[in-house]
């Protein structure tokens, strides 16, 4: 069989869309035989380096497109991290704090998401860190930056068309991050000398529309949007009936 090249989200593809933290026994160990079969697998995710670690430690994956793109995991160490642009993130927090949103940022690879208010959301992957009379300006970089903008207010923060940000259903922030995947993958891919051609991806969300982007074969999950369904090759069981398993037998990969 020809060598396959996998990249994997995390949220919503690899765990359920139902809510937990944790993977199905039944795709880990579809994985698994995946891998023994010699195809190669990999996180695709938009989470940070920090806390996309543990799972890719977890399936035995050597390897990991993660922060939207912008970090690269090769044979298990972390090759590339690039942060958000700088002075962008500035302009932007300037315009929350301008309209009275709360603002929070992670400047470095940790888990963690340090913010000058006391009712800031929290978040279920990072540490909330409450730092009074923080400003954003005396930390050199951002990796992530979150806005507790509402809903269609987003046309209040001008900057925000000039950076890539997503927002998820179980959480009141706008996530300013990258969101690049294809970017990550095509870097890999070139770095083992393989064909666009040999690579599947897996993917629900807005912040998979740059993987879809018909490079490669693309499988949308049966509870991903409708958007990215609509640019999927092939749409298998939701990510709570084990659709990574439905896809991979479908075609015979395992």
Not at 142 to 149: G, Q, T
Not at 176 to 184: F, L, R, S, Y
Not at 200 to 228: Q, T, Y
């Amino acid at each position: 069989m020809r060598k396959k090249y996998f990249f994997f989200d995390i949220d919503g593809t690899l765990i359920p869309e139902t809510g937990g933290h944790e993977i199905s026994e039944k795709v880990r160990k579809a994985l698994e035989e995946l891998q023994k079969q010699g195809h190669f697998c990999a996180i695709a995710t938009g989470r940070g380096h920090c806390e996309a670690e543990k799972i890719r430690k977890s399936l035995g994956f050597a390897n990991m497109v993660c922060d939207g793109g912008n970090g690269i995991v090769l044979n298990h160490e972390l090759v590339l991290l690039e942060p958000l642009p700088y002075e962008l993130c500035l302009q932007l927090i300037a315009e929350c704090e301008d309209c009275g949103y709360e603002w929070g940022i992670s400047p470095e690879d940790k888990c963690s998401c340090l913010t000058p208010y006391r009712d800031f959301p929290g978040f279920a992957h990072m540490d909330l860190m409450i730092k009074e009379g923080l400003r954003a300006e005396d930390y050199p970089q951002f990796m992530k930056v979150f806005l507790s903008c509402p809903p269609g207010h987003e046309e209040k923060l001008p900057t925000l068309k000039k950076l890539e940000w997503c927002r998820y259903q179980d959480h009141p922030c706008i996530f300013v991050e990258p969101a690049d995947k294809a970017k990550g993958i095509r870097y890999i891919i070139d770095y083992f000398h393989a064909s666009y051609e040999d690579v599947v991806v897996f993917g629900d969300g807005k912040n998979d529309f740059s993987m879809f982007a018909g490079e490669w074969f693309c499988i949308a999950m049966g509870n991903a949007i409708p958007e990215l369904k609509a640019k999927a090759d092939y749409v298998t069981l939701s990510a709570s009936r084990d659709g990574i398993v439905y896809a991979l037998k479908h075609f015979g990969w395992i």
